[in-house]
Each structure stands twice: as C-alpha cells, then as structure tokens.
Nanobody, 119 residues
Framework: QVQLVESGGGLVQTGGSLRLSCAAT????????MGWYRQAPGKQRELVAV???????NYADAVKGRFTISRDNANNTVWMQMNSLKPEDTAVYYC?????????????WGQGTQVTVSS
C-alpha cells in the first residue's frame, strides 16, 4: 500500500552536512507519521526524527539542534537536513511511514541509504 523511495545519503567529513529525501506513494490510506530511523552496525534500529500527524516534530536527543525534519503532507514527502555531522551518525538511514488504524499500526520502510561520516 505504501512505497518509499529515499535519496541523499553519502560520505561526508565530520562537521559536514547532508540532506535526505523520501517520497511515498500511497494507494489507500493516509499516512499519519513520517520520519527517519537509523541502524549502525551491531546496533538496533533507532528513531532519529519523525513528524507526526498534526505537524509536530520529535527528535532523538543525539540529533537535537543538528538535524531538522520537514514534511510535505500534500505530496507525501519528508526531508531531513543533517548538519554538524559526527562519526557516530554513521549508519544506514531508513525512511518510515506509519499508518494508524483503530487498534493497529502499519509501518512501511524505505530501502535504506548509507550515511558515512569520516573523522
């Protein structure tokens, strides 16, 4: 029902910037939340930032003040500007779209895009 296409990862030096983009195609239901997760080698996938229904943005403590997420509801697109990147930001970043129905939540994932920050 939901397909996500990501772009924008790459290799950058410490202190550099990258911008991730994700476009969703939806066939039936409206997407509630859109955001980004990341997974570093040997670690669990973790939330980075999300824009929930209503427009509020939530960030992981590790990225507050450095990353900014934005969303275009009309076009089902989400972006994340990442500034002041650190080596610990190195991970595969996944776009996520969540559809919430009564008693159920459906999560959809992009293919992932690698972000590597060199020291």
């Amino acid at each position: 029902q939901v397909q996500l296409v990501e772009s924008g990862g790459g290799l950058v030096q410490t202190g550099g910037s990258l911008r991730l983009s994700c476009a969703a195609t939806v066939s039936t239901f409206r997407i509630n939340d859109m955001g980004w997760y990341r997974q570093a080698p040997g670690k669990q996938r973790e939330l980075v930032a999300v824009v929930i229904s209503g427009g509020a943005a939530n960030y992981a403590d590790a990225v507050k003040g450095r990353f900014t997420i934005s969303r275009d509801n009309a076009n089902n697109t989400v972006w994340m500007q990442m500034n002041s990147l650190k080596p610990e930001d190195t991970a595969v970043y996944y776009c996520n779209a969540a559809i919430r129905l009564p008693g159920r939540r459906y999560d959809y994932w992009g293919q992932g895009t690698q972000v590597t920050v060199s020291s």
